[in-house]
């Protein structure tokens, strides 16, 4: 054992079964200090008595009260590594504990002596680095939930690989059928009266829309796989992976706005883009460039929702910046900025500059993951990033993207997508 292990506090493994309990003693006591707890208020007279390390605290069913441990642990012991011991079938508690603070890392039943010894080692060198400099090890920890997420999501997407598969094959099928669309109108027209009213005004829909439906469920079945296929790339920037490929941001616009628009229809809100009905190339990938408008699109629609106005709005619009010294930015190359609006209630002071923080959301169901993820994209591909917002006024975003060929100018006039 090493001297700094001589010198940690010890590790705590709290565990309501005794054989666990005395698998780990026996696998880890000559590596390192232990304390091991039945119950969590053996566990909790544990804390007030002795500073911890790492704290491994075991969900299980017949013992329901992890959760609460952990909350104690985080409030009275700050400085401890909380670490969640539970099963690959529960993963709410996982992603709850993590998304919370709660945990920095998690591990699977049954553990494994291979796994498990450098997770406490890792641990322990954290614990021993936040008495040092709390701040350090706060910035450690968060990257750490990060990686946790990482690697939760990961498998998640891996079992989605064959149901998402059979829905682009269904996607795929749809857009065939709906090419009979026009034929099943001129049939309306002529032998309409011999179904219901009900019926005919369905099938009248159907001949309409089922084109456009195809297209934005193969177009999001597409961003599905891109995500699936590039998670390894999570958190590699582009420079390291390769270079940002040239894209045409229109048909993703039209997509964003599509699949935002039935959220908003729910909370009667209007969700339109408005801007030039032809842009130029852009720097990024399609899948970067959905994620950050429709993360930016869903949170206007949110706070679109609670406006005190008669309907809430949300509008996207698009224009070429220049490379020009006289500009907010001071851009070195000419961009394209992107604007969503709405006119919600706007965000307090002290909370909006705390937006694009991972893990930091004001929803009561969200993740902070979104915003964060927005910023993170657009500084990979060397564009900028804004949010202004004013009380019972609305609040604005702003991001610019690097244009692919310097110089391109819109050449249309202006249009809405309603």
């Known amino acids: 054992m090493s001297t700094t292990s001589n010198q940690a ?8 079964q005794e054989y666990n309990r005395q698998a780990f003693s026996l696998s880890f006591q000559e590596q390192f200090p232990l304390l091991v707890a039945k119950t969590t208020e053996e566990a909790l007279e544990i804390i007030a008595k002795t500073p911890i390390s790492v704290a491994i605290v075991d969900d299980c069913p017949q013992e329901p009260t992890a959760q609460s441990l952990l909350q104690t642990l985080r409030e009275k012991r700050p400085e401890t590594i909380r670490v969640l011991l539970t099963t690959s079938a529960n ?45 350090v090890q706060s910035r450690l920890l968060e990257t750490e939930r990060l990686v946790t997420l990482g690697s939760i999501g990961a498998g998640v997407l891996h079992d989605l690989k064959n149901p998402l598969a059979y829905l682009s094959y269904n996607c795929e099928r749809i857009s065939q059928l709906a090419t009979a669309g026009p034929a099943l109108g001129t049939l309306l027209v002529n032998h309409g009266e011999s179904v219901s009213p009900r019926e005919r005004s369905l099938l009248h829909s159907l001949s309409e829309e089922l084109t456009q ?31 940002a490929p040239s894209l045409s941001p229109l048909p993703i616009i039209r997509y964003a706005v599509s699949v935002t628009r ?15 009905s032809t842009l130029p190339t852009i720097k990024i990938g399609r899948t970067q460039l959905t994620q950050i408008l429709v993360n930016l699109l869903d949170n206007a629609v949110w706070a679109a929702a609670t406006t005190t106005e008669a309907r809430g709005t949300v509008t996207l619009s698009a224009s070429v910046v220049p490379n020009s010294m006289e500009t907010e930015e001071h851009l070195p190359t000419p961009s394209l900025r992107f604007i969503v609006e709405d006119n919600g209630p706007g965000i307090p002071e002290e909370i909006l500059n705390q937006l694009g923080t991972a893990f930091f959301t004001t929803r009561s169901k969200g993740t902070g ?5 927005c910023k993170r994209l657009i500084a990979e591909v060397d564009g900028t990033f804004h949010i202004e917002s004013l009380q019972e006024r609305g609040t604005r975003v702003s991001f610019t993207l690097p244009l692919d060929q310097p110089g391109q100018k819109p050449c249309a006039p202006p249009d809405t997508l309603n």
Not at 262 to 276: D, E
Not at 369 to 373: A, C, F, N, R, V
């Open 213 to 243: 439906i195809g297209e934005d469920m193969t177009a999001g079945c597409e961003v599905l796989q891109d995500l699936t296929s590039n998670l390894a790339a999570f958190s590699k920037p582009v420079s390291e992976t390769t270079s």
């Open 369 to 373: 993951l979104g915003l964060y993820q």
């Open 9 to 16: 506090h010890p590790v705590l493994y709290i565990d309501g």
């Open 262 to 276: 039935g959220s908003a229809l729910l909370s009667r809100c209007k969700v339109q883009y408005t801007g030039p």
């Open 91 to 135: 993963l709410s508690p996982i992603l709850k504990a993590v998304n919370s603070g709660l945990v920095s890392r998690y591990i699977l039943k049954p553990w494994k002596l291979e796994e498990l010894t450098p997770i406490l080692r890792w641990s322990l060198e954290a614990h021993q680095l936040g008495l040092k400099d709390d701040a």
